[in-house]
């Protein structure tokens, strides 16, 4: 197991400072997740939206709360349009994070310029941390079983992993010699309310749910599912540290063969699906396996509260 930086638990004083954050991507799931729990402990934060998306709706608002509709390619002209300063950024915003759009080269290039001009202008305005939505896409496709720590070196084989990578290398150097600090988390799978409705936990939920035949893999690898409550707070507790910096993996910190979280689903919605295992075959890079080592974001003081069975239970109540 790889050497981790321990950090102190948070005081309470720290916990009640009011800070000014500002979250890039605020509607989507681990932004609005974000926002909405900063906003519940008395916050300011800025979010900055999409131009008339509806999932704008997910942002719970408040009289702490601003919203600001900017497309990404305008966020070089933010400090204009906030008007103040701001302690920390999260910058959630990326598009083209599915199917195809992960390998279309332009729009990967476009993303990492984008959040360059941001990183840029959050220095302008004062900032003292900010914060990158990482990905497992950055490691690469990992076939062994053996543990992800920050310490594994990266090999993204998608455009998408290779320019999120690009882009932390990039805000690393910038950082050095001002006053902000860098910290990336690298998610592995989050899942829960408000997910991609493709992904395997959305789309296996709604067949079962309609007791409709689910075609997959033999889903021998392994893999790790974080519920979107405990990976906000993970982000909050990277917010509100004096010590944290660079890479966090986030993750329940306990993999299992995917089949084990597929009949955990088919026992909890009662389901009569018939479940297909290997009638989709793996690519032909083979079978991937997201076992990621997440002591180091444990040594902020956070651990998951929320078992899968526990946030499958959760979404049938919330959008059943």
């Known amino acids: 197991m790889p050497a981790v930086m321990r950090h102190p638990v948070l005081n309470r004083n720290k916990m009640d400072e009011k800070m000014k954050v500002l979250i890039t991507g605020s509607a989507s799931m681990i932004g609005a997740a974000l926002y909405n729990r900063l906003i519940a402990l008395g916050h300011n934060v800025i979010a900055v939206v999409r131009p008339g998306s509806r999932k704008n709706e997910r942002l719970s608002g408040g009289q702490n709360s601003t919203i600001i509709e900017c497309e990404m390619k305008d966020y070089a002209q933010l400090p204009d349009m906030i008007n103040t300063g701001i302690d920390i950024v999260f910058a959630a915003a990326w598009s083209g994070t599915r199917g195809s759009d992960r390998n279309n080269k332009e729009l990967q290039k476009l993303n990492y310029t984008y959040n360059s001009d941001l990183l840029q202008a959050a220095v302008q305005i004062g900032c003292k941390k900010f914060i990158t939505a990482g990905s497992q896409a950055e490691y690469g496709n990992t076939h062994g079983i053996e543990e992800i720590s920050e310490e594994t070196e990266p090999n993204p084989d998608s455009e998408y992993g290779i320019n999120k990578l690009r882009f932390y290398e990039y805000a690393k150097d910038f950082c050095k010699g001002t006053e902000c600090t860098l910290?990336?988390?690298?998610?592995f799978s989050i899942y829960g309310p408000n997910d991609y409705p493709g992904s395997l936990v959305s789309s296996m939920l709604r067949k079962m749910m309609n007791n409709e035949p689910c075609e997959l893999?033999?889903?021998?690898?392994?893999?790790?599912?974080?519920?979107?409550d405990d990976a906000a707070e993970g982000l909050l507790s990277l917010v509100q540290s004096d010590t944290a910096q660079?890479?966090?993996?986030?993750?329940?910190?306990?993999?299992?063969?995917?089949?084990?979280?597929?009949?955990a689903m088919h026992r909890i919605t009662g389901s009569s699906s018939e479940l297909k295992y290997g009638a989709i075959p793996y690519p032909p890079a083979g079978c991937l396996n997201l076992n990621p080592n997440v002591e180091k974001l444990?040594?902020?003081?956070?651990?998951?509260?929320?078992?899968?069975s526990k946030g499958i239970e959760r979404i049938i109540r919330q959008e059943g």
Do not use: H, M
């Open 298 to 308: 444990k040594s902020t003081g956070w651990s998951p509260k929320v078992s899968f």
């Open 246 to 263: 660079g890479i966090y993996n986030f993750g329940y910190g306990k993999s299992e063969p995917l089949k084990n979280y597929v009949e």
């Open 183 to 187: 910290l990336e988390p690298r998610f």
């Open 217 to 228: 893999t033999a889903c021998t690898q392994l893999w790790d599912f974080l519920y979107i």
